[in-house]
T-cell receptor, first 116, second 111 residues
Framework: DTAVSQTPKYLVTQMGNDKSIKCEQN?????MYWYKQDSKKFLKIMFS???????INETVPNRFSPKSPDKAHLNLHINSLELGDSAVYFC???????????????FGSGTQLSVL | KQEVTQIPAALSVPEGENLVLNCSFT??????LQWFRQDPGKGLTSLLL?????REQTSGRLNASLDKSSGRSTLYIAASQPGDSATYLC??????????FGPGTRLSVLP
């Protein structure tokens, strides 16, 4: 069973369109994330949600809106897509080891977004 | 603000060689450091997590070390195999902050 699954794997769309990427985790984790990996392979956090509440929004344009209907799902909606939005978007979830502060990340397989 | 760098950016070795990947970070007040592997077109897979109080962690042919005071970690891969070819990223978790990733080292192990 896939622990963190995101769909679609590939998304090709025109500038100006609105699109969504879905993410689900079956690990029972409380925290979920969206990361963006650009063409130079830098991986940067966009959003962090804990128990359906937004914790981190790292200077992401408000065209990007995360939505968490429950703690197992964190979807990413993108409005008015721009060429610079082309990247690979990764969903992740995390758990904290009992008795420690150690947080371990589990990633989805990524969504490659191409804006034409 | 935490900054993470990794050298080399790319590495190509013949099968069977032992190799070391390096990760450096600027803020030593960390919870832990994780090493990940990323295969082309795939997500990241966690390899090893070293807690701030630990010096090293081992898993099979992989050994990760941590020197917090100097802001460095190394990932040692013994007896490399073609299947080890991937990009290896380190990520640092600081108190009260989120994970910060390095740019990765792209490893090619030639048969």
């Amino acid at each position: 069973d896939t622990a963190v699954s995101q769909t679609p794997k590939y998304l090709v769309t025109q500038m100006g369109n609105d699109k969504s990427i879905k993410c689900e985790q079956n690990l029972g984790h409380d925290t979920m994330y969206w990361y963006k990996q650009d063409s130079k392979k830098f991986l940067k956090i966009m959003f962090s949600y804990n128990n359906k509440e937004l914790i981190i929004n790292e200077t992401v344009p408000n065209r990007f809106s995360p939505k968490s209907p429950d703690k197992a799902h964190l979807n990413l909606h993108i409005n008015s897509l721009e060429l610079g939005d082309s990247a690979v978007y990764f969903c992740a979830s995390s758990s904290i080891e009992t008795g420690t502060f150690n947080e371990k990340l589990f990633f989805g397989s990524g969504t490659q977004l191409s804006v034409l | 603000k935490q900054e993470v760098t990794q050298i080399p950016a790319a590495l190509s070795v013949p099968e069977g060689e032992n190799l070391v990947l390096n990760c450096s970070f600027t803020d030593s007040a960390i919870y832990n450091l994780q090493w990940f592997r990323q295969d082309p077109g795939k997500g990241l897979t966690s390899l090893l997590l070293i807690q701030s109080s630990q010096r090293e962690q081992t898993s099979g042919r992989l050994n990760a070390s941590l020197d917090k005071s100097s802001g460095r970690s190394t990932l040692y891969i013994a007896a490399s195999q073609p299947g080890d070819s991937a990009t290896y990223l380190c990520a640092v978790h600081n108190y009260g902050q989120n994970f910060v990733f390095g740019p990765g080292t792209r490893l090619s192990v030639l048969p």
